[in-house]
């Protein structure tokens, strides 16, 4: 069990994109997790899906980037401790169970932010 978990739906758009979801999870000793759609698609295995149909999870902090937040997603990261949404739709359901979030494209979001952290870390 991961003390951070870099969580991505749709909003990463297609498979090249997930290594930018890595790379972040990297930056913040975490790992990579989706939503449905994102294993659905092959772009990553079902062991990594959190919801309903997937695992539950309890991190200190859930990414959860691009993921509008269906119920049955809901129900597999609900334990989290701090829930941080980016989000280009401000209607998206994950705003409702977010601690903080942000309306933006996170594929503008993530190497900025890869970047801010591993040059925090030196």
């Not at 990463?12 to 997790?33: F, H, P, R, T, Y």
């Not at 200190?60 to 509008?68: M, V």
């Not at 993530?110 to 591993?118: D, N, R, S, V």
């Amino acid at each position: 069990q991961h003390d951070v978990l870099v969580a991505i739906g749709r909003g990463i758009q297609q498979k090249d994109n997930v290594e930018l979801a890595e790379s972040l999870a990297q930056a913040l000793g975490g790992a990579v997790c989706a939503s449905r759609p994102v294993v659905d698609q092959g772009w990553l295995p079902a062991t990594r899906q959190v919801g309903k149909s997937g695992m539950t999870v309890k991190p200190k902090l859930y990414f959860a980037l691009g993921i509008s937040g269906a119920p049955e997603h809901q129900e597999g990261m609900k334990g989290a401790d701090l829930v941080i949404a980016v989000n280009t739709d401000p209607k998206a359901p994950i705003f409702d169970v977010a601690h903080s979030g942000a309306e933006l494209d996170i594929l503008d979001l993530l190497p900025a932010l890869t970047e801010a952290i591993e040059a925090k870390r030196g």
